[in-house]
């Protein structure tokens, strides 16, 4: 017996043959002069009909209804806007009117063999219906594609995320949030470039395949290169090759690009995603928080939507200057201990469920570093008090083997963090430009992990760069993608991914 589906296919199969035999090709061609459905719906439509604009669109068609002699299409393109119509009804769409009388004869027989996913282009007259809806009266109709596969009936047809993120592709065609969500994501970042380029920074293109894990404490992806036969990794930041450019003279450089670490999947987290890293000589943190609000700030203006922006049930605020608050004193406030006091942060851990020892196979192996389990604390008990935007400032050192200590203090680095209702967005160093603490500080970060780890390898030729003199620098690197989950009110990454990793289809 059959299914729903084939016998979809085959009506499709059918009609497909049909248009092949009124001589009309059913993938269409080059359409000139038609007029984004976005622009047409900004036409007078009030006009009497004898004054009703001349109007050429070309759309997907996501909607159809009628019989005999008069048939509707919603169509819709990538410009058309969510509108209230007059019965006060949410509007995806724009409405095509197609009467017997008032087309040629060939576009008469090709309204039959229409389906919802087809592409159609429309010559016509724009106005309204007597029942106040913006419609174009249309007069000849041009087939631009034919959907062979059959599309969800209606919008509430894309409810199952499982199935909108597999078929991301009707997820853009019908469910209008992810298609804004996807263009404000590009206008965030062109901002980004354009904000970056009038400061005088320049943006380069570093290595993706790494023969060295560096730049994070991240697990790698591994590959290996066939004629060089040595193994390779996809990078886990755009860092180390970044600074050397720094050392080679280019003062002021970023990177917007992929990183790939092979870790868990969650709200937060995708296997693959975007990072934006510069970095400015003869600057420091501070420099970088300042260069930072003003990045973010701009990215928020660039929206239109007002500096006070929702997210979730919550409203922030991101009108500067904003927040500035130190580890130390965050850490003393919600952990109720200093958190240089080593025996009070030990005794604080399991009243947060942190077990301040290491615990391999059930086996304890030894105790965790002073400053692992600080920061164990911080993110437990600090992060989601967070309301922000707040710059976390000056972290244990322990904690940031690239970064410069401060002066007359070596147990604190250099280092912001920035967060939004918890979240974490970016981070910014003062960064280590001394050749002989950074290779002593990455041995004691290595120390222990067995040879054939992949994040067991010292990079000897970024040492080497930083032996020819980098200059002392302010580093930044923000998180793409959980800017755009907070600029467009996204509460989970994968929405704002395109196509985000999901385990295959069985």
């Not at 501070?286 to 409203?315: F, K, N, W």
């Not at 604190?412 to 603490?437: K, S």
């Amino acid at each position: 017996m059959s299914s729903p589906a084939d016998n979809f296919e085959a009506s499709r199969a059918e009609k497909l043959h049909r248009i092949e035999q009124l001589g009309v090709d059913p993938w269409g061609g080059r359409f000139d002069g038609h007029t984004a459905i976005r622009d047409v719906l900004a036409l007078p439509a009030d006009k009497p009909d004898a004054e009703r604009p001349k109007v050429r669109a070309a759309g997907r068609i996501v909607g159809k209804r009628g019989q005999g002699k008069l048939f509707f299409l919603d169509i819709r393109d990538w410009t058309t806007p969510i509108r209230t119509n007059e019965q006060g009804q949410e509007r995806h769409a724009l409405q095509v009117m197609i009467g017997q009388k008032q087309v040629n004869e060939l576009s008469w027989k090709l309204v039959s063999n229409l389906d919802l996913g087809d592409l159609i282009g429309v010559d016509g007259s724009f106005g309204k219906t007597k029942m106040g809806e913006p419609t174009i009266f249309a007069e000849s109709l041009t087939y631009l594609g034919k959907s062979l596969e059959p599309h969800p009936d209606k919008w509430a047809g894309m409810q199952e995320m499982e199935y909108r993120l597999r078929h991301r592709y009707l997820d853009l065609i019908y469910t209008p949030d992810t298609l804004d969500r996807t263009l404000k994501r590009i206008k965030i970042i062109k901002t980004i470039r354009n904000h970056l380029d009038g400061q005088g920074f320049v943006e380069v293109e570093t290595p993706v395949l790494h023969a060295i894990a560096g730049g994070a404490a991240a697990r790698p992806f591994t590959t290996h290169h066939n004629t060089l036969d040595i193994p390779l990794f996809q990078r886990i930041a755009l860092e180390l090759h970044l600074k050397r450019l720094l050392v080679g003279g280019i003062e002021k450089v970023y990177e917007i690009g992929r990183v790939f670490r092979n870790e868990g999947i969650s709200q937060r987290h995708n296997p693959e995603f975007t990072m934006m890293e510069l970095y400015q000589a003869y600057a420091d943190y501070r420099s970088m928080m300042d260069l930072t609000e003003g990045l973010i700030v701009a990215c928020v203006d660039a929206l239109g939507g007002g500096r006070q922006l929702p997210y979730g049930e919550h409203t922030v605020n991101f009108e500067p200057p904003w927040q500035r608050a130190c580890y130390v004193d965050l850490f003393r406030e919600h952990v109720g201990v200093d958190m240089n006091d080593k025996d009070a942060v030990r005794a604080a851990a399991p009243k947060f469920k942190i077990n301040p020892q290491i615990v391999v196979e059930g086996k304890v192996i030894g105790d965790k570093d002073h400053d692992v389990i600080v920061h164990e604390l911080f993110e437990h008990a600090v992060e989601d008090k967070l309301i922000g935007p707040v710059f976390v400032h000056d972290y244990p050192a322990g904690l940031c083997p690239l970064t410069k200590r401060q002066r007359g203090n070596p147990n604190i680095a250099e280092r912001f963090e920035l967060y939004v209702r918890g979240m974490e967005l970016a981070n910014a160093y003062t960064e280590l430009n001394d050749p002989i603490t950074q290779e002593q500080t990455f041995r004691q970060q290595l120390a222990g992990l067995p040879e054939e780890d992949s994040m067991a390898k010292m990079d000897e030729d970024f040492i080497r760069a930083l032996r020819h003199a980098m200059p002392p620098a302010g580093g930044l690197g923000v998180g793409i993608d959980r800017l755009v989950m907070l600029l467009t009110n996204t509460t989970t990454i994968r929405d704002v991914i395109l196509f985000p990793l999901l385990r295959p289809e069985k």
